[in-house]
């Protein structure tokens, strides 16, 4: 195992849930953490409860769906740290909801910030770590990259997207780390924006067997402390309560 002491992470979605989570740990582990999301209150009391435990953190706003928010966003870890190592293309949305609803404003909320978003974040980070010669890019997929059901649709076909990127990346480089994890239900805001009372039904049910997004963040504590030659390309996470369930 490698530790992740003086690695220099960067986590979309950082001001809630598994972004949030996993910049706590890996901050208490030794990294140095850069924190991008919309919410910069947020994301401002989050780096400065990590600072105060002595951990290294920073934060930018950052908006996923626009290409240069997110180029701004290396650029400004590279100049805060000098360099970059991971970036964890985190940040989500899941408004479910049946077809016949009609949401079509949803959808191309879910495509653009669950899709292009991990796209734009590759399109940022990959000219660095090439030049760098070395990295690793974590996507956030799901269970429901494996799996669809009635009102996920959209989201399903967003998250089978993240796994078929990360996996034609992966085939593409030798040099660079691609790693994506697929949590199970988990308890964070995801599905907050759900306005379909059916599918806001179906997901309190589905977190009757939830993980924590803490589970989630060792995961990615484990993908970035192997060793330079090993490769942690996927890992499928569910509760042990979830078994005999797609998700």
Known sequence: MTH???????????????????A???????????LGARRTDRLEA????????????????????DAQSVKRFVEFAQGEYGRVDVLFNNAGIMPLSPMSALKTDEWNDIIDINVKGVLN?????????????SGQIINTASTGAHAVAGTCGVYCASKYAVHAISEGLRQETDRIRVTVISPGVTTTELGHDITD????????????????PDAVASTVLYAIS???????NEMIIRTVTSHGHAF
Not at 4 to 22: D, N, Y
Not at 24 to 34: C, F
Not at 197 to 212: C, I, K, T, V, Y
Request: aromatic share 2%; glycine share 14%; proline share 5%.
């Open 197 to 212: 009372p059916s599918a806001a039904g179906l997901l309190q049910e589905l977190r009757g067997a939830s993980l924590s």
């Open 24 to 34: 706590r740990l890996l901050a208490g582990e030794g990294a140095k953490v850069v």
């Open 226 to 232: 192997q060793p330079a030659g090993v490769d942690v």
């Open 4 to 22: 992740p002491q003086e690695k220099v992470v960067l986590i979309t979605g950082a001001s809630s849930g598994i972004g949030e989570a996993t």
């Open 46 to 65: 989050i780096t400065s409860d990590i600072t105060e435990a002595g951990g290294s953190a920073a934060f930018q706003a950052l908006d996923v769906t």
């Open 121 to 133: 974040g590759i399109a940022a980070i990959l000219p660095v770590m090439e030049a760098q010669g």
